[in-house]
Each structure stands twice: as structure tokens, then as C-alpha cells.
């Protein structure tokens, strides 16, 4: 491969991140480290749903502000944009600086940007912290999901990998519920919670060690001053990255589009409406479960998870009432509950560790990116083919194809399925 660049100038961007031993993987110290990484996944799902029911009055705040109705909803979905575009060059300062550093400062920053809001009276200048507040989220969950693929390897990788999907999609609900209440209180209460980064901030400072290169990766170093010829995997990521685009919005259509497929067929009361899209979080927690007990090799799976989501995708385009339609969700979020640890744990086994943070932040942009682009496509091919059913029935038909495309490309590459290696940190 072209390009030479010496050890020592590779290891000189880590210092920081080369500086210790594997972590062990079991104990008081191990179970903090996975709570609190666990944790930090969960900021940029709060920042994407907390204020979401608040919105209402908030409008009715600014009501007399030019530009309000387009500004209030951009203040939700602007976090989720600047992280799609900034992931990458977090990944880059990942690799640079090193992920544990990064990580606090990026923790305390959220803290600042998203308790914002409390005292800022312009509409503009929310907005404009919302922004910042994606900054330091692409940097926190860059620098997490970094740390997990640092810490773990194996089995174990998966499993937390697994287990950050599952606890994503958990707090969203939880989040949502919060924001509620607290948005009872006033349009400016739910901002409070972003606080809680300053709990988080030190607790990373004293419980999560500096991860250290692997031992097998430095076994196949060449010797100290002798140059290599290494170059970022581009070629290895472009694929999986681009998969990973398609997939969120193979994630993101149940939870986006189910109250609204519901009203279509009728159900108004939103405590139903409430109940279904939770049965809905709660299949892709299962769908997260499994895929860590199933210890596979994550690429061979994912022709099968795409044609689960394909077959409920399906249900949900020939669904005529709400019990059905609820089963089509199950069975596309138990598909996709499994995609995504399935997708970011692929993207993982292709990265060395000096690779690792900008490797990660390219797979969170294409992720968060799928996420923003997919109500507008969702509300593209509806206007084309005339229902939202109609246009999730496209997008099934779509990952049927993509996942009949994978089967016949890992059939001719002669790929089979293996359980994955038992590893431990």
C-alpha cells in the first residue's frame, strides 16, 4: 500500500491512548467503565428527543419572531445534523489526541452548550447552541464507541457493542418521558437535564483508563525506525459506510413514521398510539439482545437482519388495521435492533487501533446522516407513490433488494458465518 509514515510518527498521535495495559473485563472498576460509556451513548439520544415535546410552547414563546415555525423544529433535528457532519473530523481528533481526553472535555462542553437555552432569550442563539451541542455530541459518541472497540475485542466487543444499541433505544423513551414532565413546568425546564454531563465529566476522568494498542497488533509492527507502508482503509470502510447510511433509515422509519401510519389507519387516542411505538422500542432491544447471544460473525448476518426488516416493512405496507401493522414494526425493529450492532461492529473489525477514532467517526456520520435524510426521502416517495404506506412499502422492497444483493456477493465471495473468537481485553 502507498505511503510510508514511520512508527514513531503513528504512535506520537496517541501518547495519550497508548499509555496503559488492556483493561480487565470483569469487577467493580469494569462494570463502571461500561456503565458510564453506556451513558455517554446515551447524550446524543437525548439530545435528539428530550425538548421534543416542549416544542409546542415553545413556538407559542416566539411566536412573534420571524422565522419561528421553521426555527423551533430545526432547534430539535440541528444536533443530529452537526453531528452527522462533524463525526468525521471528531474521528480525526480521536486518533490525535487521544479518545479518553477528548471524551471529558467534549462531556463538560455538552453541559455548557445544552443548558444554554435556560437564560438565552433569542430564538437564534438557541439554535445556534442546539448546533453546538452536536459538536460535542459527534465527539462523545465518537469517542465511546472508540473506547469500546479499544477496551473489547471478540465476542465481548459485540457484546457491548449490542448493549450500547440496546441502551440507545431504551433511553429514548426514557428521555422522552422526561422531557414530558418536565415540560410540564415550563418550555425551558427539560434543558436542566443536559446538566447531568457534570456527574458524568469526573467520573470518566478517574474510572476510564487510557486504552492501549492490542498486543497481537503491536506483534506485527515492524521494529522501531523502520518505515511502513500504511494508509487509512478507505477502501474497507466505503462499503460498509455506505450500508450503514441505507440501514438507519431502515432503523429510523418505525420510530419516525409509526404515529403517523397509525392515524392513517384511524387510531387517534395517543395513549395507543404511545403503547405501539414503545412495543416497537422494546423489539429492538430484543433485536439487540439477540444479536449479542447469537456470537456471529456480524457481516454474513446482515443479508438475513436486512430481510427481516424487509418482511415487516412489507407487513406494514399491506397492513389494514393497527394490530397488524404493529406486527409488521415488531418484526422490521427486532431486524433492526440487530442491524445496527451488526453494521457498527463490522466497521470495527476493519479498524487498527491509530485508525480507530476516524474510522468510528466516519460510520457515526453515515449513521446520523441516513437518520436526518430519512423523513425527507420517506416524505419524497410518499409524494410520488400517494400514501406514507405506500412509500414504506418502496423502502422494503428497496432493503429486500440490498439484502438479496449482499446474499449473492457473499455467496460468490464464498464467506461463511463463524462464531466469533472468545477475547477478552
Given at each position: 500500500m502507498?505511503g510510508?509514515?514511520?512508527?514513531?510518527?503513528?504512535?506520537?498521535?496517541?501518547v495519550e491512548?497508548?499509555?496503559?495495559?488492556?483493561?480487565a473485563?470483569?469487577?467493580p472498576?469494569h462494570?463502571l467503565?461500561?456503565t458510564?460509556?453506556?451513558a455517554?451513548s446515551c447524550?446524543?439520544?437525548?439530545?435528539?428527543?428530550?425538548?421534543?415535546?416542549?416544542?409546542?410552547?415553545?413556538?407559542?414563546?416566539f411566536?412573534s419572531?420571524?422565522?419561528a415555525?421553521?426555527?423551533?423544529?430545526?432547534?430539535?433535528?440541528?444536533?443530529?445534523?452537526a453531528?452527522?457532519?462533524?463525526?468525521p473530523?471528531?474521528?480525526?481528533?480521536?486518533d490525535?489526541?487521544g479518545r479518553?481526553?477528548?471524551?471529558?472535555?467534549?462531556t463538560?462542553?455538552?453541559?455548557?452548550?445544552g443548558?444554554?437555552?435556560l437564560?438565552l432569550?433569542?430564538?437564534?442563539?438557541?439554535?445556534?447552541?442546539r448546533?453546538?451541542?452536536?459538536?460535542?455530541?459527534?465527539a462523545i459518541?465518537?469517542c465511546?464507541?472508540?473506547?469500546?472497540?479499544?477496551?473489547?475485542?471478540?465476542?465481548?466487543?459485540?457484546?457491548y457493542?449490542?448493549?450500547?444499541t440496546?441502551?440507545?433505544?431504551?433511553?429514548a423513551?426514557?428521555?422522552?418521558?422526561?422531557?414530558?414532565a418536565?415540560?410540564?413546568?415550563g418550555w425551558r425546564m427539560?434543558f436542566?437535564?443536559?446538566?447531568?454531563s457534570l456527574?458524568?465529566?469526573?467520573?470518566m476522568?478517574?474510572?476510564?483508563?487510557?486504552p492501549?494498542?492490542?498486543?497481537?497488533a503491536?506483534?506485527?509492527?515492524?521494529?522501531?525506525?523502520?518505515?511502513?507502508?500504511r494508509?487509512?482503509?478507505?477502501r474497507?470502510?466505503?462499503?460498509?459506510?455506505?450500508?450503514?447510511?441505507f440501514?438507519?433509515?431502515?432503523?429510523?422509519?418505525v420510530?419516525?413514521e409509526?404515529?403517523?401510519?397509525?392515524?392513517?389507519l384511524g387510531?387517534?387516542?395517543?395513549?395507543?398510539?404511545?403503547?405501539?411505538?414503545?412495543?416497537?422500542?422494546?423489539?429492538?432491544?430484543?433485536?439487540?439482545?439477540t444479536f449479542?447471544r447469537?456470537?456471529r460473525?456480524p457481516?454474513p448476518m446482515?443479508?438475513?437482519?436486512l430481510?427481516?426488516?424487509?418482511?415487516?416493512?412489507?407487513?406494514?405496507?399491506?397492513?389494514?388495521?393497527?394490530?397488524?401493522l404493529v406486527?409488521g414494526?415488531v418484526i422490521?425493529?427486532?431486524?433492526?435492533?440487530?442491524?445496527?450492532?451488526?453494521?457498527?461492529?463490522?466497521a470495527m473489525?476493519?479498524?487498527a487501533?491509530?485508525d480507530?477514532?476516524?474510522?468510528t467517526?466516519?460510520?457515526?456520520?453515515?449513521?446520523?446522516?441516513?437518520?436526518?435524510?430519512?423523513?425527507?426521502?420517506?416524505?419524497?416517495v410518499?409524494?410520488?407513490?400517494?400514501?406514507?404506506?405506500s412509500?414504506?412499502?418502496v423502502?422494503?422492497?428497496?432493503?429486500?433488494?440490498?439484502s438479496?444483493?449482499?446474499?449473492?456477493?457473499?455467496?460468490?465471495?464464498?464467506?461463511v458465518a463463524?462464531?466469533?473468537?472468545?477475547?477478552?481485553?
Amino acid at each position: 500500500m502507498p505511503g510510508s509514515v514511520p512508527p514513531s510518527a503513528a504512535s506520537s498521535t496517541t501518547v495519550e491512548d497508548a499509555a496503559s495495559p488492556p483493561v480487565a473485563a470483569s469487577g467493580p472498576a469494569h462494570l463502571l467503565r461500561v456503565t458510564l460509556l453506556m451513558a455517554g451513548s446515551c447524550l446524543p439520544i437525548l439530545g435528539a428527543v428530550l425538548i421534543a415535546p416542549v416544542l409546542p410552547k415553545m413556538q407559542d414563546h416566539f411566536e412573534s419572531t420571524p422565522g419561528a415555525k421553521a426555527l423551533v423544529p430545526l432547534a430539535l433535528t440541528v444536533p443530529a445534523l452537526a453531528l452527522a457532519l462533524l463525526a468525521p473530523f471528531a474521528g480525526v481528533i480521536v486518533d490525535r489526541l487521544g479518545r479518553r481526553r477528548l471524551l471529558i472535555v467534549a462531556t463538560l462542553l455538552y453541559a455548557v452548550f445544552g443548558t444554554a437555552p435556560l437564560y438565552l432569550d433569542s430564538l437564534g442563539a438557541i439554535v445556534v447552541s442546539r448546533a453546538l451541542v452536536g459538536v460535542a455530541e459527534a465527539a462523545i459518541m465518537t469517542c465511546c464507541t472508540t473506547l469500546i472497540g479499544d477496551y473489547y475485542s471478540g465476542a465481548q466487543r459485540v457484546k457491548y457493542l449490542a448493549l450500547q444499541t440496546m441502551c440507545a433505544s431504551a433511553s429514548a423513551t426514557v428521555f422522552f418521558v422526561i422531557g414530558g414532565a418536565a415540560g410540564s413546568a415550563g418550555w425551558r425546564m427539560p434543558f436542566w437535564v443536559y446538566a447531568v454531563s457534570l456527574v458524568l465529566a469526573p467520573l470518566m476522568a478517574t474510572a476510564l483508563p487510557n486504552p492501549a494498542a492490542r498486543a497481537g497488533a503491536a506483534a506485527d509492527e515492524p521494529p522501531a525506525g523502520v518505515e511502513v507502508n500504511r494508509r487509512f482503509p478507505w477502501r474497507q470502510l466505503r462499503g460498509i459506510c455506505g450500508l450503514t447510511f441505507f440501514g438507519a433509515m431502515v432503523f429510523y422509519t418505525v420510530p419516525v413514521e409509526m404515529s403517523y401510519l397509525l392515524d392513517d389507519l384511524g387510531v387517534k387516542n395517543s395513549g395507543v398510539i404511545g403503547l405501539a411505538t414503545a412495543v416497537s422500542s422494546a423489539a429492538t432491544v430484543g433485536g439487540a439482545i439477540t444479536f449479542a447471544r447469537l456470537k456471529r460473525s456480524p457481516t454474513p448476518m446482515l443479508p438475513a437482519v436486512l430481510g427481516l426488516c424487509a418482511v415487516g416493512f412489507g407487513l406494514m405496507f399491506l397492513a389494514g388495521s393497527a394490530p397488524l401493522l404493529v406486527v409488521g414494526a415488531v418484526i422490521n425493529c427486532l431486524g433492526t435492533g440487530m442491524l445496527l450492532p451488526a453494521l457498527l461492529t463490522s466497521a470495527m473489525s476493519r479498524l487498527a487501533f491509530e485508525d480507530r477514532g476516524r474510522g468510528t467517526g466516519l460510520w457515526t456520520a453515515a449513521f446520523f446522516g441516513g437518520e436526518f435524510v430519512c423523513p425527507l426521502v420517506l416524505l419524497a416517495v410518499e409524494s410520488a407513490v400517494g400514501t406514507l404506506a405506500s412509500a414504506v412499502g418502496v423502502l422494503g422492497l428497496a432493503t429486500a433488494l440490498v439484502s438479496a444483493g449482499l446474499f449473492m456477493a457473499r455467496r460468490r465471495g464464498g464467506a461463511v458465518a463463524r462464531p466469533l473468537p472468545e477475547q477478552t481485553a
